[in-house]
């Protein structure tokens, strides 16, 4: 995908990865518009050169509305990064219906009105691509990751199942699955997170991606081959395996 001269859009873009992306499209001449509920920093990262249009993936009338602003003023939406997402620890032994709800409300939730917001136009121009920022954390079960592992490997699902729905219709759907990354969101981790990148590494490892119309992009390629090796370890020896990890006090 020539990325030049593209309209894109990224949802989630007031810090981290999706701030990040967003920079990194306009570098190699994307039309950007960036949206999330914060507009102060919204606005700071688009320093007057994006496209500012606030919204809250919870809402999907505010993202249909965003959208349609976006398509107002820089016109068809070429491309829809997909990165808003929460993530907090859960506790086994303080199970918080709260924290579990609104990580569904965000990450999963969130994720499908981001794609209502595009894709019925994309449908009807036969053109669009959708890339969703899942996480390798959807590829296993991970202790103290329940309510955000579960959503990634929602996401993962939806966005599988959607590229297969619409793999006719010219719309392209792209998973990216980032291992740990330096953002808002990590920084605040008390448990070692192996192979972790800048925010800026992330958002060029997806743009290369993208423009090498890759299905799935993850990264780094250590945490990639690890997770992916994960994923062939029978369930039983899984579990295992972590039973024998101590826990920390509270887990």
């Not at 039309?31 to 999907?60: H, K, P």
């Not at 003023?73 to 032994?93: C, F, H, N």
Request: hydrophobic letters at 45%; charged letters at 20%; one cysteine or more.
């Amino acid at each position: 995908m020539d990325l030049n001269g593209k309209v894109a859009w990224v949802v989630g873009a007031s810090s981290g990865i999706g701030a990040a992306v967003a920079r990194e499209l306009q570098a190699r001449g994307a039309l950007v518009a960036i949206s999330a509920r914060r507009e102060d920093q919204l606005e700071e990262v688009s320093a007057g050169t994006m496209l500012v249009a606030a919204a809250d993936v919870t809402d999907a009338a505010s993202l249909t509305a965003a959208a349609s602003h976006i398509r107002e003023e820089l016109g068809p939406i070429d491309l829809a990064v997909l990165s808003a997402g929460y993530w907090k620890q859960m506790t086994a032994r303080d199970w918080d219906t709260e924290i579990f709800n609104r990580h569904i409300e965000v990450n999963l939730v969130g994720m499908s009105n981001s794609i209502a917001a595009v894709l019925p136009e994309m449908l009807a121009r036969h053109a669009g691509v959708i890339a969703g920022i899942s996480s390798v954390a959807g590829y296993r079960g991970l202790t103290g990751s329940e309510a955000y592992g579960a959503t990634k490997a929602g996401q993962i699902n939806l966005l599988e199942s959607l590229r297969i729905h619409v793999a006719r219709d010219g719309v392209r759907v792209i998973t990216v699955c980032p291992g740990f990354v330096r953002t808002d969101l990590t920084e605040n981790n008390s448990f070692p997170m192996p192979f972790i990148i800048d925010a800026d590494t992330a958002g060029r490892a997806i743009c290369d991606g993208l423009e090498r119309e890759r299905t799935e992009i993850v990264f780094p390629v250590r945490m990639a081959l690890l997770m992916k090796a994960a994923r062939l370890v029978p369930v039983g020896l899984w579990s295992a395996l972590w039973s024998r990890i101590p826990q920390r006090e509270g887990s």
